[in-house]
């Protein structure tokens, strides 16, 4: 009878092995030479992992294990490195109570979303981001990138809180920043202020490739000219782009072309990454292939958003949505397009739900975008490509003499990783077992309540 989960006994010491550990051969630096051992159907390893003050100092294969440091038989059980988010919006998370989407829609998302801005204050900010990361701390998440609402009146606010966030958080989650904003708004002195903020706060130049006021849809005339502009200014500071792109059905909505030539015209082959790119599912075969020789060719890598699209795309009150709102995720991974999944909203107008967990997620990604039979490299979605997208080192793949941050899976198979939620996973961060648990929704409710109290005596 293989040993059972609830009676493994966690680590503790400064030197143990994890013994008969099953990790993706697509989740593994090749440093250790053992991922090309991979046999199974999923691409997968059986390997020993020593940890050595709180660092992955080898990995075998099953069965090398040779010295009396204190051994744990994992019984064949998956084990990944902590994942990597690599587009959320923290600042707008935990917020659907007091700022509900009265239909779901993207165009009521937008409106209540610039209607709850002016709630945001320091305190709010500090509440709601400190709550994601808690949450996805717990899950296993140890790298994220946070795009922050960045407008004349908000952006020096939300970048200090978020600068002071990111110190009190280092060694537990690496948070990366990306500005956000309509980039017609980034043309005049503002834009230098952004940059001026962003090269600052060592982030990234980021937008929203459509009209402030409006929702995603044709180019607008002047892209060229807008787009030159937000490179010159990324090129100024030596920054690196995130934009958001083509978030509709809408397929005259193809600012995608403009964007890879702009890199290219501009010197930014490689340094740019766009997300959603929706629309571009909804082109002819034609279509597709030319901007997809453009994308290769500029180096762009792109985010694909599943749970987000698949709820704000195709949504008409009262008919059945049509489509899963996604880009041509296989099509770009065929030209060695690099691509990530990541989670996008959380709890707020955009998106009603989620946990900042990478792991739902992952499971929610490989249904959505029929990323299985096999399943074998889905889980570089959310490990080993936005590791490598995001520069994030150390996180997303099993790299030896790296701080030893896992995920013990209750599962032998990425097939019952992708059935059950995962509830019971066990998070290792530099060699020790986590405790932290998610944070209760209580938490929430009192600073609503104490926010009330507020606004009512002002009143
Ligand atoms: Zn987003």
Redesign the pocket.
């Known amino acids: 009878m293989p040993i059972r989960f609830r009676d493994i006994t966690w680590p503790s010491g400064s030197r143990y092995w994890l013994l008969s550990a099953r990790v993706p051969a697509c989740l593994m630096t090749d440093s250790s030479g053992v991922a090309a051992l991979a046999d199974h159907d999923e691409g997968v390893v059986s390997v020993d992992l020593l940890i050595e003050d709180g660092k992955l100092a080898r990995i075998e294969p099953q069965g090398n294990a040779h010295d009396d440091a204190t051994q744990i038989d994992l019984g064949g059980r998956q084990v990944w490195p902590t994942l990597i988010d690599i587009?959320t919006?923290l600042d707008k998370g935990h917020t659907i109570e007091r700022n509900p989407n009265v239909d779901g829609t993207f165009h009521s998302a937008r409106l209540a979303a610039t209607a709850d801005r002016p709630n945001w204050t320091k305190p709010d900010l500090r509440r709601r981001m400190d709550f994601g990361l808690r949450c996805a701390y717990a899950h296993g998440v140890s790298a994220i990138r946070t795009?922050l609402d960045t407008y004349p009146e908000t952006a020096e606010r939300s970048w200090s809180v978020f600068r002071e966030i990111r110190e009190q958080w280092r060694g537990r989650i690496d948070i990366q920043a990306v500005s956000l904003c309509p980039i017609d708004i980034l043309q005049d002195k503002f834009g230098d202020e952004v940059a001026s903020i962003v090269a600052r706060s060592g982030g990234l130049l980021g937008g929203v490739t459509r009209a402030a006021l409006g929702n995603h849809g044709a180019p607008p005339a002047n892209i060229d000219a807008m787009l030159d502009r937000l490179f010159a200014l990324a090129g100024r500071y030596d920054l690196d782009i995130d934009l958001?792109v083509d978030e509709t059905h809408d397929p005259t909505a193809a600012t995608l072309p403009f964007i890879a030539r702009a890199a290219l015209r501009n010197g930014y082959r490689g340094r740019v990454v766009c997300?959603?790119c929706c629309s571009l599912a909804m082109q002819s075969a034609a279509e597709i292939d030319r901007t997809l020789d453009l994308l290769a060719q500029a180096e762009i890598a792109v985010v694909t958003?599943p749970t987000?699209n698949m709820y704000l795309q195709d949504r008409q009150k009262g008919r059945t949505p049509r489509w899963r709102g996604v880009t041509v995720v296989h099509e770009m991974l065929r030209r060695g397009i690099r691509v990530a999944a990541a989670g996008?909203?959380c709890r707020d107008s955009?998106y009603a739900y989620g946990d900042h967990d990478v792991v739902d997620t992952f499971r929610q990604s490989v249904r959505i975008l029929h990323f299985d039979h096999p399943l074998g490299d889905a889980p570089a979605l959310v490990g080993a490509m936005p590791s490598q997208i995001g520069q994030f080192e150390g996180h997303g793949r099993l790299s030896l003499r790296t701080p030893a941050r896992l995920i013990v899976f209750n599962a032998r198979t990425i097939n019952e990783i992708v059935s059950r939620p995962q509830s019971d996973r066990q998070v290792i961060v530099h060699g020790e077992k986590l405790d932290a648990k998610a944070p209760e929704y209580a938490e929430l409710w009192e600073a609503e309540s104490v926010r009330d109290d507020a606004a009512a005596q002002v009143l």
Request: glycine letters at 10%; aromatic letters at 10%.
């Open positions: 587009h919006h795009h958001h997300g959603h958003l987000v996008d909203n955009f």
